[in-house]
């Protein structure tokens, strides 16, 4: 009986496998004659170059066109510009939950039927949205003024007193309100101001909070995977690791409404969501799909715990956020 089922199932996937290919090259080829797909994204363009290029190889008559907007805000806030004034945005939208949540509360989003285009159910939580790649948070420190054995693997490890006045962030306290997904809020406040009392330095991003613990600026931080490579891979003295509890934001993309090229949005994020386009993302970015097991994100995480809220409670993310940012910014070194 369990044979006939797995080999019914294999059947099943393999004949969806099949649909799917030939679903995505008729899309392809009416994309073919439409304008560019208009890619809104946070990345500069050098990276995202990269990305396209990796597409077009498969897809050469599909063309994307990439428009670099930095930070969810402006991508929330051009978004629903257009749509106002002239009924369409750009076509795919990649971005954090909370931004893309909120323009498809406003109705702005498409609904997709993903699993016909061969994308895997793990990645899309919502008809509307499809898990792209995330940030995620580590622990990094100076390994001269650090040895290994003594950075922190745990959260815990992070609040000990010995980090004080040692430490940097990133100017929001994120990475512990997304752990109030796992911990509650009320224990991630007590963490967040056990962190508040190790006096860190703030930095506005993760970037240059990098570059100062390479330079030894700061001794460790809590920043992101994608931002610490930069320095870590130019030979700066630095190491990171992923603690017991990771926090994170994926990212995720989806496709506007009234889109002018909808058919090449949908084979572009279908592509995405293989691992061939996976790999050419985080290959060029940093940021890989913790969702798909070959990146090299997912396998840095292997095995840990994930911290994080569903898109669908982006309001009460907004509203911790908002609180404990504040609380940070009051206590925290300079």
Known sequence: MIKKLLAAAFAFGAALGQASAQSLTELAKAAESKPPVTWYESSPSEQTDKVINAFNKKYPGVKVRHTRLIGGNELAVRAVQEMQARGYTGDVLTGGADHTWQLKERGYLESVNWASLGVPKTLTPSPYIMATAASVYVVLWNTNKVKDAEAPTTWEEVLSPKWTNRMGSWVRAAAFSQLAATQGPDTALKQLNRYVALKPMLFK?????????????????????????????????????????????????????????????????????????????????????????????????????????????????????EHYNKVLEAGAGR
Not at 232 to 246: F, Q, S, W
Not at 267 to 291: H, I, K, M, Q, S
């Open 205 to 321: 991003s993760t970037f240059p909070l990098a570059q100062a613990v390479g330079s030894g600026e700061v001794d460790l931080g809590i920043g992101f995977y994608h931002s610490t490579l930069p320095p870590m891979n130019a030979g700066a003295p630095i190491k990171m690791r992923a603690l017991d509890i990771v926090p994170m934001h994926i990212i995720y993309s989806a496709i506007s409404k009234n889109a002018r090229n909808a058919q090449g949005a949908r084979v572009f994020l279908a592509w995405l969501a293989t691992e061939e386009g996976a790999l050419a993302y985080e290959d060029a970015t940093g940021r890989g799909n913790p969702l798909l097991e070959k990146t090299k994100t997912a396998q840095f995480i292997k095995g840990k715990k994930l911290s994080e809220w569903a898109p669908e409670k982006s309001d009460e993310l907004g509203a911790l956020s």
